[in-house]
């Protein structure tokens, strides 16, 4: 949804000047938590109106996550692809000026070393323009599995024990 900027002048008996905005430009941030811990998220308002929100759903602030691991969200606005004209997401980490476009509420989480992350998401109109609304959730990822490693020993010899007998199996 884009913010418009609607002036209505009029003139006559009373000289009446009506200037009506409806979204506006300037997003007003609202901090708030949601379930056990929860995440920082921002609403654009103006004059009582509601805009559009976002707030992050999973993981929550300060949540001990393995990687990877999804992050999901919650917005108003219907997200999509950009060729769709839907508005989608832009998830940045630990601050860095590069992004990630996520297209759908839920998006994995990967390539993060061990430690404090902060993750911003911000919601985007399709032509990649801020719609206003943010959202920040700070995690500490454990190192995490990466799959089952096997192991397997082939000896020419059986084990011994340290008296060169054979060791039991």
């Not at 941030?29 to 308002?45: F, R, W």
């Not at 999901?72 to 860095?96: R, Y």
Request: hydrophobic share 35%.
């Amino acid at each position: 949804m884009r913010s418009h900027r609607t002036f209505v002048f009029a003139t006559g008996a009373g000289a009446l000047l009506a200037v009506a905005a409806c979204g506006t430009s300037t997003p007003s941030a609202s901090s708030g938590s949601s379930g056990s811990g929860g995440s920082s998220a921002s609403s654009a308002s103006s004059a009582g109106s509601s805009g559009p929100t976002l707030s992050i759903v999973s993981p929550a602030t300060g949540a001990s996550v393995a990687a990877p691991f999804m992050l999901k969200v919650s917005s108003d606005e219907t997200l999509g692809p950009t060729s769709t004209g839907d508005d989608h997401l832009h998830v940045f980490i630990d601050g860095s000026s590069s992004y990630k476009v996520m297209t759908s509420d839920q998006m994995k989480i990967t390539g993060l070393s061990a430690g404090k992350h902060t993750i911003l998401v911000t919601l985007q109109h399709a032509d990649h323009s801020p719609v206003g609304p943010k959202a920040t959730v700070k995690v500490d990822v454990t190192k995490g599995s990466v799959g089952r490693v096997w192991l397997l020993i082939i000896a020419s010899e059986p084990p011994v024990t340290g008296n060169g007998q054979p060791a039991p199996v």
